[in-house]
């Protein structure tokens, strides 16, 4: 287990030198492109071990918005009904809060859901367009008298009553973004720190065949680990154990609630992710928080742990507000061998997996 403790110490060491702005070392330079060129790649900057890394750098990064997971665009609205946008704000006059609808209506099954840039009203506020298309065409419809930062989208309804229960439009694919400055692949990219005087230190970040939910993971985050200790140059490829965890099989099923064990062919679990693949666009969230981040919680999971003895107990519990993320232990003295979870189905179906690294 001693490698896998390191591995867990190599985590936390990149992300503190990333997340230092006064960190101009190779080694949190390498960080920094590492988590640049993992997010220009799409989904696997979604993955738990990624996130771990990159976070605290990603929250500080103004210059791109990273992927978080495939997702749908928003809920419901495929039946073949016309259908109209709910939306809350807080009235600038009367700061009291206010429910509307778009006054028109749009032939289903809805393809997309627009919500303008706020523009200056012409009295107090803001105002906001909300546009719906469907195979037939579009609507809009303006809201005016917002209070700036209080505008939400309710979710969409059918004007005639009945049940929308045809389900979701499917997830979006994460497509690669645009990372300004980002390493190319197979180009070595310097991480020299400034007024380094000798040869240029430089780092190579090559693709690789892996899991398709993830892309490429020939990445600085697996396998293996090519940072080099702090302020040396980091090696130009994959390197040596311990590698990062894979994630074994979805052990929630779709039940919002569980209590699952899980025994490996081979390797050791060391915790669990979990992954809300369906929160529909519309649900809001913490503004620029990577996964998307709610202030009201998902649900709670925790770890059922085994001692020496073969004693079992459960973890204590983690409040879940993340769309994606994971619990693990680091601690030599007891073993991971399953999880509890019970989330709140109105965010959609959870996926649990056990993460998963070879003995060493």
Same mark, same amino acid.
Request: with cysteine; proline share 13%.
């Given at each position: 287990?001693?490698?896998?403790?390191?591995? !867990?110490?190599?985590?936390? =060491?990149?992300?503190?030198?990333?997340?230092?702005?006064? =960190?101009? &070392?190779?080694?949190?330079?390498?960080?920094?492109?590492?988590?640049?060129?993992?997010?220009?790649?799409?989904?696997?900057?979604?993955?738990?071990? @990624?996130?771990?890394?990159?976070?605290?750098?990603?929250?500080?990064?103004?210059?791109?918005?990273?992927?978080?997971?495939?997702?749908?665009?928003?809920?419901?609205?495929?039946?073949?009904?016309?259908?109209?946008?709910?939306? /809350?704000?807080?009235?600038?006059?009367?700061?009291?809060?206010?429910?509307?609808?778009?006054?028109?209506?749009?032939?289903?099954?809805?393809?997309?859901?627009? @919500?303008?840039? %706020?523009? %200056?009203?012409?009295?107090?506020?803001?105002?906001?367009?909300?546009?719906?298309?469907?195979?037939?065409?579009?609507?809009?419809?303006? !809201?005016?008298? #917002?209070?700036? +930062?209080?505008? /939400?989208?309710?979710?969409?309804?059918?004007? =005639?009553?009945?049940?929308?229960?045809? $389900?979701?439009?499917?997830?979006?694919?994460?497509?690669? #973004?645009?990372?300004?400055?980002?390493?190319?692949?197979?180009?070595?990219?310097?991480?020299?720190?400034?007024?380094?005087?000798?040869? %240029?230190?430089? #780092?190579?970040?090559?693709?690789?065949?892996?899991?398709?939910?993830?892309?490429?993971?020939?990445?600085?985050? +697996?396998?293996?680990?090519?940072?080099?200790?702090?302020?040396?140059?980091?090696?130009?490829?994959?390197? &040596?154990?311990?590698? %990062?965890? &894979?994630?074994? =099989?979805?052990?929630?099923?779709?039940?919002? &609630? $569980?209590?699952?064990?899980?025994?490996? *062919?081979?390797?050791?679990?060391?915790?669990?992710?979990?992954? !809300?693949?369906?929160?529909?666009?519309?649900?809001?969230?913490?503004?620029?928080?990577?996964?998307?981040?709610?202030? *009201?919680?998902? +649900?709670? #999971?925790?770890?059922?742990? /085994?001692?020496?003895?073969?004693?079992?107990?459960?973890?204590? /519990?983690?409040?879940?507000? *993340?769309?994606?993320?994971?619990?693990?232990?680091?601690?030599?003295?007891?073993?991971?061998? $399953?999880?509890?979870?019970? @989330?709140?189905?109105? !965010?959609?179906?959870?996926?649990?997996?056990?993460?998963?690294?070879?003995?060493?």
């Amino acid at each position: 287990m001693s490698a896998i403790l390191d591995w !867990f110490d190599q985590i936390n =060491d990149d992300r503190d030198a990333a997340g230092d702005p006064n =960190d101009t &070392s190779p080694r949190a330079n390498s960080v920094r492109a590492a988590c640049d060129w993992t997010a220009s790649k799409g989904a696997i900057a979604s993955a738990p071990w @990624v996130q771990a890394t990159c976070r605290d750098y990603w929250d500080d990064n103004p210059d791109y918005d990273v992927p978080t997971g495939p997702m749908p665009p928003f809920e419901g609205g495929q039946c073949a009904a016309q259908y109209r946008m709910g939306v /809350q704000y807080i009235n600038c006059n009367t700061g009291v809060q206010a429910g509307a609808s778009q006054t028109v209506a749009v032939n289903g099954p809805i393809t997309s859901v627009e @919500v303008t840039d %706020p523009t %200056p009203g012409s009295g107090c506020g803001e105002v906001q367009d909300v546009i719906l298309s469907g195979p037939n065409g579009s609507g809009s419809s303006t !809201f005016a008298l #917002i209070e700036p +930062g209080t505008f /939400q989208l309710t979710g969409l309804f059918r004007v =005639d009553g009945m049940p929308d229960d045809c $389900g979701d439009p499917d997830p979006e694919p994460i497509p690669p #973004i645009d990372v300004p400055g980002a390493p190319e692949d197979g180009e070595p990219f310097d991480v020299s720190p400034p007024g380094w005087t000798g040869p %240029p230190i430089t #780092i190579t970040f090559e693709p690789g065949d892996g899991d398709p939910e993830y892309g490429p993971v020939n990445t600085p985050f +697996g396998p293996g680990d090519i940072f080099g200790p702090p302020n040396q140059p980091p090696e130009s490829g994959p390197g &040596s154990e311990p590698l %990062p965890p &894979s994630e074994g =099989d979805d052990v929630a099923g779709g039940d919002p &609630s $569980g209590d699952e064990e899980s025994a490996p *062919e081979s390797g050791v679990i060391i915790g669990y992710s979990w992954a !809300f693949p369906n929160i529909p666009m519309n649900r809001g969230g913490v503004a620029g928080k990577s996964p998307r981040t709610f202030f *009201e919680a998902l +649900g709670t #999971i925790q770890l059922k742990l /085994q001692d020496p003895d073969g004693g079992r107990y459960y973890d204590s /519990q983690y409040v879940i507000r *993340e769309s994606r993320g994971a619990v693990f232990r680091k601690d030599e003295t007891v073993s991971v061998v $399953g999880v509890s979870w019970a @989330v709140k189905p109105s !965010f959609g179906v959870v996926q649990i997996r056990p993460l998963v690294v070879e003995e060493q």
